[in-house]
C-alpha cells in the first residue's frame, strides 16, 4: 500500500488552463504538505495544513489554492497556469510532535507550455 | 533566516569506497530535527538518517552516518562501501516548528564501477 499517493505523476498542459493535483495519505498523520521543486532541483514549502487547517502559506502566488477535504486528503489547485509553474510537485505528510519525519508522494511533474 | 548550505554540488564516487556530503545549516532553535533524504531518478524522495537535536550521539543506519556537531551546526553525511544503487541527488533537511522542512540546494552523488 502507498502511504502517499499523488495523482497524476505527469501532467502536461497549456498556458491559461486551470488543473487540480491530488494527494491522500494513508498513515494517519494529521499534517500534510506541498512543496515545488524547480528546474535547478530546490524544493520549496508551498503549504501546510493540520486538521485541515491552513498553517503555513509561504509566498505563493493566489492562483495556487490547497484544499482539504479532511485530514487525509489535500489538494492543490491551479488557476490560470503560467510557463513559470512548470516543476515538480510533492505532496507530504508527517505527524506533528513525533519524531518529524515526513513521508513524500511520488510527485507530480507539471509541464505547461 | 533559518537556512541549509550543501556546498558540493556534485560529487563522485568510486564503488565500494567511502563519501561524506556536507551540510551545515543555521537556527536559533534549540530542539530540531535534521534529515537527509535521498532522490534517485524515479524522482521519489526517500528518507536515508534522521537525527535529533538533543541527542548527542551520531545517527547510523547500515553503512549511511552522520557527524552532527551542534555548536558548529554541521551535519554531515558519510557513506560508506558506496554502491551504484546510491547514486542520488542528496539533500540535507532542517525541521522547524510545524513541520515545515528547509532544504539545502542538493549534491548529485554519482557511484562509479
Known amino acids: 500500500d502507498t502511504a502517499v499517493s499523488q495523482t497524476p505523476k505527469y501532467l502536461v498542459t497549456q498556458m491559461g488552463n486551470d488543473k487540480s493535483i491530488k494527494c491522500e495519505q494513508n498513515?494517519?498523520?494529521?499534517?500534510m504538505y506541498w512543496y515545488k521543486q524547480d528546474s535547478k532541483k530546490f524544493l520549496k514549502i508551498m503549504f501546510s495544513?493540520?486538521?485541515?487547517?491552513?498553517?503555513i502559506n509561504e509566498t505563493v502566488p493566489n492562483r495556487f489554492s490547497p484544499k482539504s477535504p479532511d485530514k487525509a486528503h489535500l489538494n492543490l489547485h491551479i488557476n490560470s497556469l503560467e510557463l513559470g509553474d512548470s516543476a515538480v510537485y510533492f505532496c507530504?505528510?508527517?505527524?506533528?510532535?513525533?519524531?518529524?519525519?515526513?513521508?513524500f508522494g511520488q510527485g507530480t511533474r507539471l509541464t505547461v507550455v | 533566516a533559518q537556512t541549509v548550505t550543501q556546498s558540493q554540488p556534485e560529487m563522485s564516487v568510486q564503488e565500494a569506497e567511502t563519501v561524506t556530503l556536507s551540510c551545515t545549516y543555521d537556527t536559533s532553535e534549540n530542539n530540531y530535527y535534521l534529515f537527509w533524504y535521498k532522490q534517485p531518478p524515479s524522482r521519489q524522495m526517500i528518507l536515508v538518517i534522521r537525527q535529533e537535536a538533543y541527542k548527542q550521539q551520531n545517527a547510523t543506519e547500515n553503512r549511511f552516518s552522520v557527524n552532527f556537531q551542534k555548536a558548529a551546526k554541521s551535519f554531515s553525511l558519510k557513506i560508506s562501501d558506496s554502491q551504484l544503487g546510491d547514486t542520488a541527488m542528496y539533500f540535507c533537511a532542517f525541521m522547524v516548528q510545524g513541520g515545515k522542512l528547509i532544504f539545502g540546494q542538493g549534491t548529485e552523488l554519482s557511484v562509479k564501477p
Open positions: 495544513y493540520n486538521n485541515k487547517e491552513l498553517i
Open positions: 498513515l494517519g498523520h494529521d499534517t
Open positions: 507530504a505528510s508527517s505527524q506533528r510532535g513525533q519524531r518529524g519525519e515526513a513521508f
